[in-house]
């Protein structure tokens, strides 16, 4: 079957670094999105990634590995407005999204 | 504004009721989506609608009965629902469908009690 798997829930500091895993499996794979979603909010699109490597963008970064079904979410400079879960999802062969059931992360001042 | 918007925000309905939930996007996009968000689970795929068309139902039940007038509306209307479907309903639309890169924008949801 297919699968994402990611941890349920993080703490961390204000101001540290934090990394939020996720490996998937699934049926062929065209790419893996991370979505940040605030309590009683839409989720909003953070990062997609197809090639292996890092990609940057600000404060956050992805990394994707295809060859061993694993992705993160890096976030530095922790502010408390990054307080939120964090949705992992990554596409099948059928370009059908596999969801993970989110982190949620708790930022302490 | 995230350019996805839904109504009611919040739904409290007996099991008799019959309901609807509304989404409308302003965003020129092509394929809207229904999913259903659960505490602690991850997003599950209801129905997908293509330039009006619907293109997917997941095995979703006949209580669940979706609408698609046209590219910038989806109704989702309820019937003789049961406690387990209070969740979190979510309405997405994209640019396409089927792509690799095509992103999801959501709004911000219609939670529903059923009592």
């Known amino acids: 079957g297919q699968n994402i798997d990611q941890p349920t829930e993080m703490t961390a500091t204000e101001g540290a670094i934090v990394q939020i895993n996720c490996t998937y499996q699934?049926?062929?794979?065209?790419?893996l999105f991370w979505y940040q979603q605030h309590a009683g909010e839409a989720p909003t699109f953070l990062s997609y990634?197809?090639l292996d490597g890092l990609e940057e963008k600000g404060r956050f970064s992805s990394f994707l590995s295809r060859s061993k079904g694993y992705s993160y979410l890096l976030l530095k400079e922790l502010q408390m407005k990054d307080s939120a879960s964090y949705l992992c999802?990554?596409?099948?062969?059928?370009?059908?999204?596999?969801w993970g059931a989110g982190t949620k992360l708790i930022i302490k001042p | 504004e995230t350019g996805v918007t839904q109504t009611p925000r919040h739904l409290v309905m007996g099991m008799t009721n019959k309901k609807s939930l509304k989404c409308e996007q302003h965003?020129?996009?092509?394929?809207m989506y229904w999913y259903k968000q659960s505490a602690k689970k991850p997003l599950e795929l209801m129905f997908v609608?293509?330039?009006?068309?619907?293109?997917e139902n997941n095995s979703v039940p006949s209580r669940f009965s979706p609408e698609c007038p046209n590219s910038s509306h989806l109704f989702l209307h309820l019937h003789t629902l049961q406690p387990e479907d209070s969740a979190l309903y979510l309405c997405?639309?994209?640019?396409?469908?089927?792509?690799?890169?095509?992103?999801?924008?959501f709004g911000a949801g219609s939670r529903l009690t059923v009592l």
């Open positions: 997405a639309s994209s640019q396409g469908r089927g792509s690799g890169a095509n992103v999801l924008t």
């Open positions: 965003l020129g996009h092509n394929a």
């Open positions: 609608y293509n330039f009006k068309e619907q293109t």
């Open positions: 699934t049926s062929g794979f065209n790419g």
């Open positions: 990634n197809v």
């Open positions: 999802a990554a596409k099948d062969s059928n370009y059908q999204l596999i």
